[in-house]
């Protein structure tokens, strides 16, 4: 069966920064739309960035020039890169294939002080 497991959450303080991983088993990795989406209490979840097959990214406006999402075809996996975190990043992390039904159990970022 199709897993997706993330990990790198954890607390960070403002202007730090964090890597989140996603490594999937039972799909052919490489020829699908990534994407990792989160989603803070009381919010609805978001969509942080997604990318494709051939490399093409997305994000959304409020994660644009601090975020990078990136990926490696040959472990199967998802990363994130989050530099100059702020106080409103914080939330529950989650990967999943866009545009499936295939979701990871999510990693909390926290970034406080």
């Known amino acids: 069966q199709v897993q997706l497991v993330e990990s790198g959450g954890g607390l960070v303080q403002p202007g730090g920064s964090l890597r989140l991983s996603c490594t999937a088993s039972?799909?052919?990795?490489?020829?699908?739309?990534m994407g990792w989406y989160r989603q803070a209490p009381g919010k609805q979840r978001e969509l942080v960035a997604l990318i494709t097959s051939g490399y093409r990214t997305n994000y959304a406006d409020s994660v644009k020039g601090r975020f990078t999402i990136s990926r490696d075809n040959a472990k199967n996996t998802v990363y994130l890169q989050m530099n100059s975190l702020k106080p409103e990043d914080t939330a529950v992390y989650l990967c999943t294939v866009i545009s499936s039904t295939y979701w990871g159990q999510g990693t909390q970022v926290i970034v406080s002080s």
């Open positions: 039972g799909i052919i990795f490489s020829n699908y739309v």
